[in-house]
């Protein structure tokens, strides 16, 4: 009696603990009809998606239809070997996690089997209990390794994890502050000129915060000054004309994790006193409710404008400046940090022709020479403008950011060219595609959105130069 009780207790631990892959899908590939039914009916309960195949030719039918999370294949197939076949799949980009079951076993065929990316390997006949126990073993280190994807990228260099690039002494700096200060609750105030990415480093600090909560953007200047209110807040039916129904504010919405007001300078005086107590009493008032809602919000503000210039003026509250001004962060013109125009062209040259779809651009060393000259007053949001057009019009990146001069330079072009050639930043980038990839090409260039044949040629090129 306890034996039975043991087993139906081990049975519901093992229905619990993969209770939460109810929206993953399993392909059964198997020619024997009694095994297809049995896993089939043994594992709908758990999956929310179950087919079969009796062939590897009528498995790549339903592979075609839909994505599946699990393969659990016998090795002796009628028209192919499963080991062949699953190493095809992995090769050409595949991620698929793959159970081998098998009648016919021998050492060499197991070591084939994990060479060709099995996560594991059962023998005929096996109990439901047992492939339970190895879809969860199966699956939870699909999950790791997709949380390690995810953890590697985080711990990549800072522009990796935040949009932000750049690896001279400016941008490090203000990455250490962010870093610094991102665990704490403490409202921050981002100044700096138009286009220097305000809205990247409060994107970089709720991330790194590590607030379970949405990061929530608002352009101040967007919004009118009679909705603004009702924008933060919310309201309640009937509180002015137009409000048919009561609608939650952004506040709420942000609820657990960060507000980013942008454009801040441009709130109106009488909403900047609705702030002002908002984070003095940590609560809000929907308009026309009598209700105090308390809220948990790290607010994030940011301004192209002086601040401290507009108090003076009388077009900013100096309280509500102080209360924003807790920790102030300055983000640097790109004409402060020249030193990260290649990485930033590099960077904008990857992601912009992998959404067009074109070829990476060939951009040498005397186009990054003449685009560290120019004053950029538009900054970074400038830069990326000029290697659009550039793409977009296949024209070098001198032509297309108009009649402006350049201003003097002792340093040869030569020199530049030696030191800040894009062609070895874009061979890097490719370079390290190929390496995350295991050095297939396929996968390497559908990551990289460009064709086979183009990167094959690029290697081609950089091999015969080496």
């Known amino acids: 009696m306890n034996h039975v009780s043991s087993k139906e207790s081990q049975h519901k631990q093992d229905q619990q603990s993969i209770n939460h892959y109810k929206r993953s899908s399993v392909l059964i590939v198997d020619d024997e009809l009694g095994i297809r039914r049995f896993l089939q009916q043994g594992l709908t309960q758990y999956f929310g998606l179950v087919e079969v195949a009796k062939d590897i030719q009528s498995a790549e039918a339903l592979r075609q239809r839909c ?87 985080q711990i990549k260099q800072f522009y990796d994890d935040s949009g932000m690039i750049g690896s001279g002494d400016a941008m490090k700096n203000v990455c250490e502050v962010l870093h610094h200060i991102a665990p704490m609750p403490t409202t921050v105030l981002i100044e700096g000129e138009s286009g220097t990415g305000k809205e990247l480093a409060a994107r970089a600090l709720h991330r790194w915060s590590q607030r379970t909560g949405s990061f929530v953007p608002i352009n101040c200047g967007a919004i009118s000054a009679e909705l603004m209110e009702s924008e933060l807040f919310g309201h309640v039916k009937g509180s002015f004309t137009g409000a048919q129904k009561s609608r939650e504010g952004l506040f709420t919405y942000a609820d657990g994790g960060t507000l980013f007001l942008d454009e801040i300078g441009e709130m109106p005086l009488p909403m900047q ?34 601040l401290k210039q507009a108090v003076e ?35 904008f040259a990857t992601t912009i022709a992998t959404d067009l779809g074109v070829d990476l651009p060939e951009i040498k060393g005397e186009d990054l020479f003449q685009l560290r000259q120019y004053d950029w007053p538009g900054n970074i949001r400038e830069l990326k403008n000029v290697i659009e057009r550039c793409l977009l019009l296949n024209k070098a990146p001198l032509q297309c950011i108009g009649t402006q001069t350049f201003g003097d330079n002792k340093q040869s072009i030569a020199e530049e060219i030696q030191d800040e050639r894009l062609e070895s930043i874009v061979k890097q980038h490719i370079l390290k595609i190929l390496n995350d990839e295991n050095g297939n090409k396929s996968a390497a260039a559908r990551r990289l959105n460009v064709s086979r044949k183009t990167l094959e040629r690029k290697v081609k090129l950089w091999n015969a130069n080496s």
Do not use: C
Not at 103 to 112: C, D, R, S, V
Not at 129 to 138: C, D, E, V
Not at 280 to 301: D, L
């Open 67 to 153: 994505h599946f999370d699990l393969i659990i294949s016998d090795i002796r197939l009628p028209d192919r070997s499963g080991v062949d076949w699953v190493s095809d799949i992995h090769q050409q980009g595949g991620t698929t996690s793959v159970i081998f079951i098998t009648a016919h076993a021998n050492l060499e065929m197991a070591i084939a089997a994990l060479q060709a990316g099995a996560s594991d390997f059962i023998m005929k006949p096996f109990r439901m209990q047992q492939m339970l126990a190895s879809i969860q073993r199966t699956l939870e280190q699909q999950q790791m390794q997709r949380e390690n994807v995810v953890l590697k990228r």
């Open 273 to 306: 006193v609705h702030l002002l107590r908002v984070l003095e009493e940590r609560t809000i008032r929907p308009v026309g409710s009598n209700r105090e809602i308390p809220i948990n919000v790290r607010i994030v503000a940011a301004s192209n404008r002086n």
């Open 313 to 347: 003026e009388g077009l900013f509250r100096e309280d509500l400046y102080y209360r924003l001004n807790v920790v102030s962060v300055r983000l640097p013109a790109l004409r402060e940090r020249i030193d990260d125009i290649p990485a930033l062209v590099s960077h």
